[in-house]
């Protein structure tokens, strides 16, 4: 099978995702990394014309935006599976997929991880009002994910599924911020389910300190 190559920053959310994806399945892959400010230079905006990262290379097919990759890697490598036959199950998934893209990466990641915790980083200006403006948001994203996930170990069920790759790239982060430490600590089932993924071997090998190293 062809080489897959992913371009993006290690550290990234959605590149981590992706990465779990070809962690889980064996894949053998390259990273190809990308400077934290460089996802507007030109080279980059020819593979990704939005400018956002990852990008799959797979031989002559090019592929960006997770939800598509992570589906693409589930049928080029059919084991192990990462998609429920359970018509319910699969329904969950797709919604714990579509919440992460659509609420926790806009009221989480973006306005408190990131302006917590990454921006620093990289000497970039902190927005605070932004910050505080999003806990009430990523409330809501943290409880609702919890009753979602209730007593079952995975997001959509009983075994894990492309919702909880997507999932716990992003969640891996917050126990770095007090206020988020605080919202998991109502909802102990997403915090197990946290401990869970993050003592899966695809977590390990996907940290940003371990990716700086491969990139
Ligand atoms: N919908 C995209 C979102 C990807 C995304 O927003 N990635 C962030 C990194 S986690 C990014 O590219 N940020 C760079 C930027 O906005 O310039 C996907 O699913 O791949």
């Known amino acids: 099978m062809a080489e897959f190559i992913v371009h993006g920053?290690?550290?990234?959310?959605?590149?981590?995702?992706?990465?779990?994806?070809?962690?889980?399945?064996?894949?053998?892959?390259?990273?190809a990394g990308l400077d934290p400010r460089g996802s507007k230079a030109?080279?980059?905006l020819a593979r990704h014309p939005f400018g956002r990262m990852p990008v799959l290379d797979h031989g002559d097919f090019r592929?960006?935006?997770?939800?598509?990759?992570?589906?693409?890697?589930?049928?080029v490598i059919p084991e192990?599976?990462?998609?429920?036959?359970?018509?319910?199950?699969?329904?969950?998934?797709?919604?714990?997929?579509?919440?992460?893209?659509?609420?926790?990466?806009?009221?989480?990641?973006?306005p408190i991880v990131f302006q917590r915790l990454i921006a620093p980083q990289f000497g970039m200006p902190v927005d605070e009002d932004r910050f505080a403006a999003a806990l009430p948001k990523a409330t809501v994203c943290i409880d609702e994910l919890g009753r979602l996930l209730g007593d079952q170990p995975y997001m959509a069920g009983e075994a894990i599924s492309l919702a909880d790759l997507?999932?716990?790239?992003?969640?891996?982060?917050?126990?770095?911020?007090?206020e988020c430490r605080a919202m998991l600590?109502?909802?102990?089932?997403?915090?197990?389910?946290?401990?869970?993924?993050?003592?899966?071997?695809?977590?390990?090998?996907?940290?940003?300190?371990?990716?700086?190293?491969?990139?």
């Open 80 to 110: 192990p599976r990462l998609t429920p036959t359970d018509v319910l199950a699969e329904a969950r998934m797709n919604q714990v997929i579509g919440i992460t893209d659509a609420y926790v990466m806009h009221d989480i990641s973006s």
């Open 9 to 31: 920053v290690p550290g990234s959310p959605y590149v981590r995702a992706a990465l779990l994806g070809l962690e889980e399945k064996g894949a053998d892959y390259r990273i």
């Open 42 to 44: 030109p080279e980059h």
């Open 185 to 215: 600590a109502t909802q102990p089932n997403l915090q197990a389910w946290l401990d869970r993924m993050n003592a899966r071997p695809s977590m390990a090998a996907t940290t940003p300190e371990k990716l700086m190293q491969a990139a």
């Open 166 to 178: 997507m999932l716990a790239a992003h969640l891996a982060f917050i126990p770095g911020v007090d």
């Open 63 to 75: 592929l960006y935006e997770t939800q598509a990759i992570l589906r693409y890697l589930d049928r």
